[in-house]
C-alpha cells in the first residue's frame, strides 16, 4: 500500500549526496489529499474518455469536420460529468488536409515505400514527381551543401532518434522535419523526404507540422517510414544513382473553424485565480489520437472530477482542451490572447502520451515553496521524483509560461511516446490502464493540493 | 564456449523423470562436426544473402517480375558463393495482384480504417462496395448463422490469436482467412472483412491466400490491422448499426511463370541420394519478405556453402529456393512432380522466421535412429532440445514428407513470428543477426551429419 506519509527530503539527490548533514524535517501529506490520490489508482473515467473519443470520433485534425464532431461530443461528456460552464470559444485558421500518397524507388532496384505528407507539404498533383535522390545525414549536412548538388534533386534526409526519457530529443532530431524542406527549397530541391521523426521499427510513417519559411517555395516534403528509410539507405550505400517517385496529394483547403472546449469545477471563493488544467483535443489524421492526446483530456478532466465529487476546492479549477495544437498551437494561443491578462492561480498540461509520471517540475516562485514542496511530498508514494523548482513546460500553455504565469509539469516517461506520436500507430490499444492511472492519480493529488483544499459544502438546515 | 560433446541422454526428458536408472551411454559428437557449427556461429553469409535480397529485390510475389528478378539476383548469387549446377525449373501459375485499397466506417462513426485484401479477392472495382457489418466472433459462428442475417451485408470476423511457440497455432486461428470467404460468399454476404491473422498491435494488415471453394462466387475480402479490428469490436459494442465502405481493387491477369532456383554442393559418391535443403524465394507483396522467408534462403544456403568450404560431403547436398510457396505451394508440387521418385536421403526446409532454433525434429526411420540421435547431440549446445523421432514438417516439402520420403525439422520459436508474417513490417530489421547465425550452425551442424562426413578432397599427386 501507498504510504501517506511521504519523507520526500529523504527522497531527493541533494539528501543521498550530503549524507553527512541531518535529514531535513518530513513534509507531511494531507491525509484528504493522499486519500484522494489513492483512490485515484482505481479511477475508470480517464480510460472512459480516451476510450470514447478515440472510439465515437477517432481521428480529428485540426479545422476539419471531424474535429468539430470532437468538440461537440466534449461538450456533450463534459456536461455529463457534471462540470460547469462546459462551452467552446472558438477561432479560425488556415487548414491543410491529406488527400492519398505513395513512393516507390524508381532505380536501381525498383520497389515501394511507405511515406507519409508532412502537414502543409506541397502537393504533387496524382502524377507525382520524379528525381534522383541526393542523400543527407542530417540538416546541417544539407544545409552545408552547395545548391547545385540540390537542385533539381529529392532530398533524403537520414538520423537515428534516440529515446529520451523526458521527450527532450524531440527538439534536436526534430530539425529535418522542421527545417529540411525550407532548406530544401530554398536551394533548389523538386521534394524532401526525411527519415520519420520517430523511435519504433514498424511501417509508419510519423507526420507532423512543418512552414515553409517567408521566401520559400513549398515543395512536396514527405516521412517515410523507418524501415523504409533504412532501406533508402541500404540502397544508397551501393554507391549507383537512385531515382523515386513520389506522389503526395495534398489541399489547402482555407480557413475553417476550431476551437477550445472549457468546463469548470467552481471554486468555493469565486474571488480566487483559477487553476487551469489542459490537453489538447485535435490530433494527427493518421492514428486516431490516443496517446497524443486523448490520453492527456481524460486525465486531467479524471482529476477534476475526482476533486469535484470529494467537495468543493477553494479555487476554481478550469479544464481545456485546446483546438488545433497540432497544427500551430492555436488554440493555446487564442485562449492566451483572451485569457492571459486575467489572474491564474497555476497552469499545467498533460500532453506526453499515457505512460506513467515519473518527475515533478513547478514554477511557482519562491514564495510559494512549501506548496510545491507539498505537491512533490503528495507525489512521492507514486514513484515520482522531484525535478525542478525553476520550470515548468507544456505546449499549448508554453507561451503562457513565458509569460511568467506560475506552473506545474508533470513529467511522463517518453521512452515508448515516440514509436507512436504521430503516425497510424497512435491508437488506443497502446495505452496502459494502470498507468494511465497512476497519471490520474498524480493529477488528482496535485490539484488537491494546489486547489486550495476541498470541503464539503455547507448543507442549509432544513426549515 | 559451447562444448563439443554433447551429453544428450542427460538432457532428454525421458532421463530426468527416471532419475534412478544409469544414465546412458553419452551420445558423442565427432569433433569436425563440432567444429564447423561453433564456427558457424560467427555466419556472415546468410546475413549477406536476406540483405541483398531483400534490399536489392525486396517484395517478389509469385509470377509477377518480381519474383522473376528475384530468380535472377539467386542465380547470379548462388553462383558467386561457388555452388554446382545452379538452375532454374519453371513452371506457371494463375496470378492475382493488389491494386489500391481502402476502408472506412460510413456510420455511426465515420473514420478511416487500415485494411489489405486477401489473395485472391475479388475486386470490388474503384467505386468500391458499401455495407452493413454483421459481426460474428469465429468461422463457426458465421457457418452456424442463417443466411438470411448475411444476405446483402459485409461480414465481419473476429478472433483473437495468441502466439505459440511451434506455430501450431496457425491452422486453428487460420481458419477466418482459409475458410471465412467462402462460407460468407455462399451465405449471400457482399464482402468480407477479418481481423488480421496475426498477433501484433501494429496499423499493419496481415495479408495471405486463400481459395474460394467450387461454385462460390469471389467477393472482396479483405484483412483489417488489429488495432482496426479491435476498434470495429468496440464500434460494435455501442449495438448501433454498423456501415463500411470497402475499396479493394485488384486483378487476375492470368497464368505468369514462376520457378525453383537449384543449386548444389556434388558429395564423393554421385551414387548416393542427396540431401534437399530449401526455403521459399516468392515473398507476399506488403513487406520484403524478411524474415518470410530471405531469412530461410540465407539461413540452408549459408549452412551448404560452410559444408561446402570445408571439404567434400560424402553426398550431395542439394538447395532448392522454391517459387510461389506462398499462393499454393506451387514450387514444391512442381518439384514433388519431377523429382519425387528420385531417391532423397533426407529433405528439410527453413520457412518460420529467423528466430533461435529451439526443437529438433526427424523421421528417418527406426534404422536411422542413431543418425536421428547424432543430429540432436550436435545441436543441444546450441540450445536445442530434442522433439519426435517420428514426424517432420515443411510448407514446400510438406507433401514429399506425407509422401514418405525422409524428413528433418529444425524448428524456429514462433513466438514473434506472426506479428510480422505476411504484413508490411516483415522487414530486414526484425532480424536478429545472433538468432540468425544460431540457426545457421545448427543446419551446418545437421548437415555436417547428414551429408554423411565431410572429406579434403585427394589431392593429385605433382608430377
Same mark, same amino acid.
Given at each position: 500500500?501507498?504510504?501517506?506519509?511521504?519523507?520526500?527530503?529523504?527522497?531527493?539527490?541533494?539528501?543521498?549526496?550530503?549524507?553527512?548533514?541531518?535529514?531535513?524535517?518530513?513534509?507531511?501529506?494531507?491525509?484528504?489529499?493522499?486519500a484522494?490520490?489513492?483512490?485515484?489508482?482505481?479511477?475508470?473515467?480517464?480510460?472512459?474518455?480516451?476510450?470514447?473519443?478515440?472510439?465515437?470520433?477517432?481521428?480529428?485534425?485540426?479545422?476539419?469536420?471531424?474535429?468539430?464532431?470532437?468538440?461537440?461530443?466534449?461538450?456533450?461528456?463534459?456536461?455529463?460529468?457534471?462540470?460547469?460552464?462546459?462551452?467552446?470559444?472558438?477561432?479560425?485558421?488556415?487548414?491543410?488536409?491529406?488527400?492519398?500518397?505513395?513512393?516507390?524507388?524508381?532505380?536501381p532496384?525498383?520497389?515501394?515505400?511507405?511515406?507519409?505528407?508532412?502537414?502543409?507539404s506541397?502537393?504533387?498533383?496524382?502524377?507525382?514527381?520524379?528525381?534522383?535522390?541526393?542523400?543527407? #545525414? &542530417?540538416? !546541417?549536412?544539407?544545409?552545408? @551543401?552547395? $545548391?547545385?548538388?540540390?537542385?533539381?534533386? *529529392? /532530398?533524403?534526409?537520414?538520423?537515428?532518434?534516440?529515446?529520451?526519457?523526458?521527450?527532450?530529443?524531440?527538439?534536436?532530431?526534430?530539425?529535418?522535419?522542421?527545417?529540411?524542406?525550407?532548406?530544401?527549397?530554398?536551394?533548389?530541391?523538386?521534394?524532401?523526404?526525411?527519415?520519420?521523426?520517430?523511435?519504433?521499427r514498424?511501417?509508419?510513417?510519423?507526420?507532423?507540422?512543418?512552414n515553409?519559411?517567408?521566401?520559400?517555395?513549398?515543395?512536396?516534403?514527405?516521412?517515410?517510414?523507418?524501415?523504409?528509410?533504412?532501406?533508402?539507405?541500404?540502397?544508397?550505400?551501393?554507391?549507383?544513382?537512385?531515382?523515386?517517385?513520389?506522389?503526395l496529394?495534398?489541399?489547402?483547403?482555407?480557413?475553417?473553424?476550431?476551437?477550445?472546449?472549457?468546463?469548470?469545477?467552481?471554486?468555493?471563493?469565486?474571488?480566487?485565480?483559477?487553476?487551469?488544467?489542459?490537453?489538447?483535443? #485535435? &490530433?494527427? !489524421?493518421?492514428?486516431?489520437? @490516443?496517446? $497524443?492526446?486523448?490520453?492527456?483530456?481524460? *486525465? /486531467?478532466?479524471?482529476?477534476?472530477?475526482?476533486?469535484?465529487?470529494?467537495?468543493?476546492?477553494?479555487?476554481?479549477?478550469?479544464?481545456?482542451?485546446?483546438?488545433?495544437?497540432?497544427?500551430?498551437?492555436?488554440?493555446?494561443?487564442?485562449?492566451?490572447?483572451?485569457?492571459?491578462?486575467?489572474?491564474?492561480?497555476a497552469?499545467?498540461?498533460?500532453?506526453?502520451g499515457?505512460?506513467?509520471?515519473?518527475?515533478?517540475?513547478?514554477?511557482?516562485?519562491?514564495?510559494?515553496?512549501?506548496e510545491?514542496?507539498?505537491?512533490?511530498?503528495?507525489?512521492?508514494?507514486?514513484?515520482?521524483?522531484?525535478?525542478?523548482y525553476?520550470?515548468a513546460?507544456?505546449?499549448?500553455?508554453?507561451?503562457?509560461?513565458?509569460?511568467?504565469?506560475?506552473?506545474?509539469?508533470?513529467?511522463?516517461?517518453?521512452?515508448?511516446?515516440?514509436?507512436?506520436?504521430?503516425?497510424?500507430?497512435?491508437?488506443?490499444?497502446?495505452?496502459?490502464?494502470?498507468?494511465?492511472?497512476?497519471?490520474?492519480?498524480?493529477?488528482?493529488?496535485?490539484?488537491?493540493?494546489?486547489?486550495?483544499?476541498?470541503?464539503?459544502?455547507?448543507?442549509?438546515?432544513?426549515?
Amino acid at each position: 500500500m501507498i504510504r501517506t506519509l511521504a519523507f520526500a527530503a529523504l527522497l531527493s539527490t541533494a539528501a543521498v549526496a550530503s549524507a553527512q548533514a541531518p535529514p531535513p524535517a518530513p513534509v507531511l501529506v494531507d491525509p484528504k489529499v493522499a486519500a484522494l490520490r489513492d483512490a485515484a489508482l482505481d479511477d475508470s473515467y480517464a480510460w472512459d474518455i480516451v476510450e470514447g473519443l478515440t472510439t465515437e470520433v477517432g481521428q480529428r485534425l485540426a479545422g476539419t469536420e471531424a474535429e468539430a464532431r470532437a468538440r461537440d461530443w466534449s461538450v456533450k461528456k463534459l456536461r455529463g460529468l457534471g462540470f460547469a460552464n462546459v462551452r467552446v470559444e472558438t477561432f479560425d485558421l488556415p487548414v491543410w488536409t491529406r488527400g492519398y500518397e505513395s513512393a516507390e524507388i524508381l532505380a536501381p532496384f525498383p520497389q515501394k515505400m511507405v511515406v507519409a505528407a508532412l502537414g502543409n507539404s506541397a502537393s504533387t498533383g496524382p502524377a507525382g514527381i520524379s528525381g534522383e535522390i541526393v542523400a543527407f #545525414d &542530417s540538416v !546541417d549536412a544539407l544545409r552545408a @551543401a552547395p $545548391d547545385s548538388a540540390v537542385r533539381g534533386r *529529392i /532530398v533524403f534526409i537520414d538520423h537515428r532518434m534516440m529515446p529520451t526519457q523526458d521527450g527532450s530529443s524531440y527538439g534536436q532530431f526534430g530539425a529535418p522535419r522542421r527545417q529540411g524542406p525550407t532548406i530544401a527549397s530554398q536551394k533548389g530541391a523538386i521534394g524532401i523526404v526525411i527519415r520519420s521523426i520517430g523511435t519504433d521499427r514498424h511501417r509508419n510513417p510519423h507526420t507532423g507540422v512543418m512552414n515553409f519559411a517567408d521566401g520559400a517555395r513549398p515543395i512536396p516534403a514527405g516521412a517515410l517510414s523507418i524501415p523504409d528509410a533504412e532501406q533508402m539507405a541500404r540502397i544508397l550505400k551501393r554507391g549507383r544513382p537512385v531515382s523515386m517517385r513520389l506522389v503526395l496529394v495534398s489541399q489547402n483547403i482555407g480557413r475553417r473553424q476550431s476551437g477550445n472546449v472549457i468546463a469548470e469545477v467552481p471554486g468555493r471563493d469565486p474571488r480566487l485565480a483559477p487553476v487551469l488544467v489542459a490537453c489538447h483535443l #485535435d &490530433s494527427w !489524421d493518421l492514428g486516431t489520437g @490516443a496517446v $497524443d492526446d486523448g490520453a492527456g483530456c481524460g *486525465i /486531467v478532466a479524471a482529476a477534476a472530477k475526482r476533486i469535484m465529487d470529494a467537495g468543493r476546492p477553494l479555487r476554481s479549477i478550469r479544464i481545456v482542451w485546446f483546438g488545433a495544437e497540432e497544427v500551430g498551437l492555436f488554440g493555446g494561443l487564442d485562449y492566451r490572447a483572451r485569457h492571459a491578462k486575467e489572474p491564474h492561480y497555476a497552469i499545467a498540461e498533460s500532453d506526453f502520451g499515457a505512460d506513467r509520471i515519473w518527475k515533478v517540475d513547478s514554477k511557482l516562485g519562491l514564495a510559494r515553496r512549501p506548496e510545491a514542496e507539498a505537491i512533490a511530498a503528495a507525489l512521492a508514494p507514486l514513484g515520482i521524483v522531484r525535478g525542478s523548482y525553476e520550470e515548468a513546460d507544456g505546449s499549448d500553455i508554453g507561451p503562457m509560461l513565458a509569460d511568467g504565469i506560475p506552473g506545474i509539469g508533470l513529467n511522463q516517461d517518453g521512452i515508448r511516446y515516440f514509436d507512436l506520436h504521430h503516425s497510424p500507430d497512435d491508437t488506443l490499444d497502446k495505452i496502459d490502464p494502470a498507468q494511465l492511472r497512476q497519471n490520474v492519480a498524480a493529477w488528482t493529488a496535485m490539484l488537491a493540493v494546489v486547489s486550495g483544499g476541498i470541503e464539503e459544502p455547507k448543507r442549509r438546515r432544513r426549515r
